[in-house]
């Protein structure tokens, strides 16, 4: 008789298209572990300047390597032409996390393609993708819509970060530069709040099953982050997390919900206790929640909450309209005055301290995440090197 065979789940993060490249890019700069990283793109300028573990130029003799010039049609048609390599590149994943931009050509048109390649490899899919902002017009907007909805067909579970809620985090001295640094940090930790379910050890251990039997065929899915320090610092970010301004609807109708909850050497039980409750009281009273705990002392006094809702009724969550924040704000008892580095807070709560000195977003760090260095990650062995790179001052 054979000894058993210890697995780890293999897992793709396959960014698509140029928004979806600048996305798979920052996760390894910020040096997201346990994941394998593929960049896919019709320009190969763009390619060149990834250090993903895998590049693929689509569309070689259809755009010469110069992009899909914002044409769906075209990034569609350059992604079917490479069918059988991404076949090649996608196979033997236990789940693939496709990202994109939607709104452009490669991302909005290759990124269905891709998806259903990786549902046909028997891998769990889940697209998570940034929906444009206001100002990038109504053209990009609409393919944006006809996207998504091309690829929520394609997917397991989708997940939408409309942009626009982003500038409820921030202020109007923002550039155009960081509002897009922002967005693909939120796509950062919207895989990277999943992944951490199932690569990080646990103190309440999550595996792969718990995640697939909630994302398995979920259709739409949102994702709420919160992080918090001092008195009630738990219930606070969990308070977060479920009331996020990047939700665009609810989770009151979700019937799977995956909870994370990490926290330093000194996170009580208590404290998981009264995260966990709020989560599912936010819930469908009905709804399977599943929930870890992961000791991380890199995070110090922070306690970060993860929540992703699926299952809802119809595939699809009732949707909420986006609200502009007042000039000033009420700090709610429930958070403490140390509160800071929030990635999302209650509508009534926008204050001075989730953003910093440079009126910049603040969101938690990852699970490990080395904010003084660039580590590259290796996958081949558990070693990663530092090279010279900082972090941008927006991550500190």
Not at 328 to 353: C, M, Q, W, Y
Request: glycine share 12%; net charge negative; proline share 5%.
């Amino acid at each position: 008789m054979s000894a058993p065979q210890n697995y780890l789940a293999l897992i793709k993060v396959v960014g698509v298209g140029g928004g979806g490249v600048n996305a798979v890019n920052r996760m390894i700069d910020v040096g997201l572990k346990g994941v394998e990283f593929v960049a896919v793109n019709t320009d190969a300028q763009a390619l060149v300047l990834s250090d993903a573990d895998v590049k693929l130029d689509i569309g070689r003799d259809l755009t010469r390597g110069l992009g899909a010039g914002a044409d769906p049609a075209i990034g569609r048609k350059a992604a079917e032409d490479h069918e059988e390599e991404l076949r090649d590149v996608l196979a033997g994943a236990d789940m693939v996390f496709v990202t994109a931009g939607e709104g452009g050509g490669t991302g909005t048109g290759g990124a269905p393609v891709v998806a259903r390649i990786s549902r046909e490899l028997g891998a769990l899919t889940v697209g998570i993708v940034t929906r444009p902002f206001a100002f990038e017009g109504r053209r990009r907007a609409q393919a944006a819509e006809e996207g998504i909805e091309e690829l929520r067909a394609e997917v397991d579970t989708l997940i939408v970060i409309p942009n626009d809620r982003l500038l409820q985090l921030s202020n109007k001295s923002i550039s155009v530069v960081d509002a897009f640094k922002h967005a693909d940090q939120v796509l950062l930790h919207g895989v990277s709040g999943i992944t951490d379910l199932i690569t990080t050890p646990g103190l309440i251990n999550l595996d792969f099953a718990d995640v697939r039997s909630v994302m398995k065929d979920a259709g739409a899915a949102l994702m709420g982050i919160g992080a918090a320090r001092g008195e009630n610092r738990a219930l606070a970010a969990a308070e977060m997390a479920v009331r996020s301004p990047l939700l665009e609807a609810g989770i009151d109708g979700a019937r799977g919900i995956l909870m994370s909850i990490a926290g330093g050497s000194d996170l009580g039980l208590f404290e998981i206790n009264d995260a966990a409750r709020l989560v599912a009281e936010a819930g469908h009273p009905d709804a399977t929640i599943i929930f870890g705990a992961v000791i991380d002392d890199s995070l110090g006094d922070e306690v970060r909450v993860t929540v992703i809702a699926a299952g809802f009724e119809n595939g699809l969550p009732a949707a909420r309209p986006v609200k502009r924040p007042a000039p000033t704000a009420v700090t709610p008892s429930l958070v403490s005055p140390d509160l800071n580095d929030s990635t999302g807070v209650p509508e009534f709560e926008e204050t001075e301290r989730d953003l910093d000195e440079t009126g910049e977003i603040k969101l938690p760090k990852a699970v490990g995440e080395n904010t003084n260095s660039r580590p590259r990650v290796v996958f081949d062995s558990i070693d990663s090197i530092d090279d010279e790179l900082d972090v941008p001052d927006f991550m500190k």
